[in-house]
């Protein structure tokens, strides 16, 4: 069985940094695509950024490219988020998600068979 566990999120004034972190258990995390959703009060669950299984090609949501880098270390067998400049809008529940048939990534919920619990980012103004 495959788990994914988050760590990383809490409360950052707007203009600070935070990084997350996704350790997976079970599977073989080197050969998954992997990705991060957030999802704010009130909305649907978007694509963050994604990764390939190498590292080798990553994908952001616009509004992110330049603040947010998407990483991976497949020998800890852990993704990383690392979100610099953070905004309120920022503010969402951040998720992780293994996509075992992926060979680069997909910004595609449904794509993912494996999900983490989730981690709370809070970004005050």
């Known amino acids: 069985q495959v788990q994914l566990v988050e760590s990383g999120g809490g409360l950052v004034q707007a203009g600070g940094s935070l990084r997350l972190s996704c350790e997976v258990f079970?599977?073989?995390?080197?050969?998954?695509?992997m990705g991060w959703f957030r999802q704010a009060p009130g909305k649907e669950r978007e694509f963050v950024a994604a990764?390939?299984?190498?590292?080798?090609?990553?994908g952001y949501l616009d509004s992110v490219k330049g603040r947010f880098i998407i990483s991976r270390d497949n020998a800890q067998n852990t993704l990383y988020l690392q979100m610099n400049s953070l905004k309120p809008e920022d503010t969402a529940i951040y998720y992780c998600?293994?996509?075992?048939?992926?060979?680069?990534?997909?910004?595609?919920?449904?794509?993912?068979?494996?999900w983490g619990q989730g981690t709370q980012v809070t970004v005050s103004s």
């Open positions: 998600a293994a996509d075992k048939y992926g060979v680069e990534y997909s910004d595609q919920a449904d794509q993912y068979e494996y």
């Open positions: 990764i390939s299984w190498n590292g080798g090609v990553t």
């Open positions: 079970g599977g073989t995390f080197s050969y998954y695509a």
